[in-house]
């Protein structure tokens, strides 16, 4: 492991080292953003739901530029403005005392995490060897979930449903993320690859290009579900427990569902994605889907502590099915010359995070907050719906690699 370890590039460790103190400090404040917005602000479900949204809705619209404008101009400026507007982000929040600004803000927050974070996953792909992807890649994974094991409960102890102290500390952390990041590209300048001299295509061709794939686009559409159920777990779970009397301090509970959400990430991370490197890069995303489906629905019928831990731990494993293996997918389905924008194209699948805290939030606002079933069943259906693409996906994959490898060997032959 030593020895794989050496391997990894500086600036590497630097986006790994700085993804891990970002989410610990993000961790702090927005999971708790939607129990602040309806117990402090007095906002419904519904309007906290569209304020949640419009970040994820900000990210679809933007992410395939962050990644498009990355492959032409270069990581570098695309990643320093990106990281210090994310930093005056945290700064707005701090600030915000209205909804009307907290939508503003968010939407902000939304922009520049949409383009950031598809421009470092680019770039982490860029200077790491091929063997070595999959390591990286998942320790930049361990390296979120870590962060995110002690946020939430430091969030808890600053009041991060009371108070927008935690942004102002997330805001100081990205500005000193930043200038490290500007250090090390300097400091490495030299070994990092150029940007394309070639004169670049058009936004629509590049659209037409991964819209063109048979692959990648049932991938997309298959993930947007995925996400969709993902998405519920900050947004939707977070309202129901801070609304349902019947959970005992559902705030302090939710906190420590998330970090028992991160625990576990960090336990299983490693044999689930040693067992799943194994198997075609879609099974594991076919399976992750289902447990995500399986655990919203048992979110939604539980009535004591112990059921809703268990379900924490049966989507906590269908995440890392899902998250772990999505980035080796898109590295291996991408071509080379165009791996920011396929990363920036697969942020269109977070239309699933824009529709999970509106459609919780009407759910919420028509049956209420004792009324599980009838408010996780539909969100566990909803969610199920990415099954299907996923496995015309990986049909269609497997068809694919089984043609490239009887063309090679014909070549080889010849």
Not at 118 to 129: E, M, N, Q, W
Not at 178 to 192: A, C, D, E, I, P
């Amino acid at each position: 492991m030593n020895q794989h370890l050496k391997h990894i590039h500086p600036l590497a460790w630097t986006i790994i080292i700085g993804t891990m103190f970002g989410r610990l400090v993000t961790s702090m404040s927005i999971p708790f953003l939607s129990i602040y917005l309806t117990q402090v602000l007095g906002a419904s479900p519904t309007q906290t739901g569209f304020t949640v949204a419009v970040s994820s809705l900000a990210g679809v619209l933007i992410s395939f530029y962050g990644g498009y404008i990355s492959d032409v101009i270069g990581r570098k400026v695309v990643m320093l403005v990106s990281v210090f507007g994310w930093a005056a982000v945290f700064f707005g929040f701090s600030a915000a005392q209205h909804l009307w600004v907290f939508f503003l803000v968010n939407t902000l927050n939304g922009l520049c995490r949409a383009v950031f974070e598809p421009t470092s996953r680019a770039l982490l792909s860029d200077i790491t060897p091929k063997d070595h992807k999959l390591l990286v890649f998942n320790l930049r994974y361990a390296a979120i979930n870590l962060g995110v094991v002690f946020g939430p409960i430091i969030g808890l102890q600053l009041g991060s449903a009371k108070s927008t102290f935690p942004f102002l500390i997330a805001g100081i952390v990205y500005i000193a993320y930043g200038v490290v990041l500007f250090l090390q590209f300097n400091l490495h300048r030299t070994s990092l690859p150029e940007p394309s001299r070639v004169q670049a295509p058009r936004l629509l061709e590049a659209l037409a290009t991964t819209g063109r794939d048979r692959v990648f686009l049932p991938v997309l559409l298959g993930t947007i579900f995925c996400v969709l159920g993902y998405g519920h777990f900050s947004s939707t779970l977070a309202q129901y427990l801070a609304m349902n009397s019947h959970f005992e301090d559902g705030r302090q509970l939710f906190s420590y569902m998330l970090s028992l959400n991160a625990v576990t990430v960090l336990i299983v991370q490693y044999p689930i994605v040693r067992t799943a490197s194994k198997f075609p890069p879609l099974i594991p995303l076919i399976l992750g889907n289902a447990c995500v489906a399986l655990s919203l629905l048992l979110f939604g019928l539980s009535e004591s502590v112990a059921v809703l831990m268990f379900s924490v731990v049966l989507f906590t494993v269908g995440e890392v099915l899902l998250f772990t293996m999505m980035d080796m997918l898109i590295d291996r389905i991408a071509k080379p010359e165009w791996k920011g924008t396929y990363f920036g194209t697969i942020g269109f699948n977070n239309i699933g995070n824009v529709v999970a805290p509106i459609q919780g939030g009407l759910l919420l606002d028509y049956f209420g907050a004792y009324n599980g079933p009838a408010v996780f069943g539909p969100l566990a259906i909803t969610a199920a719906l990415g099954l299907p693409f996923l496995i015309t996906a990986h049909r269609r994959l497997t068809a694919r690699e089984r043609l490239i490898s009887k063309s090679e060997s014909n070549n080889v032959q010849f």
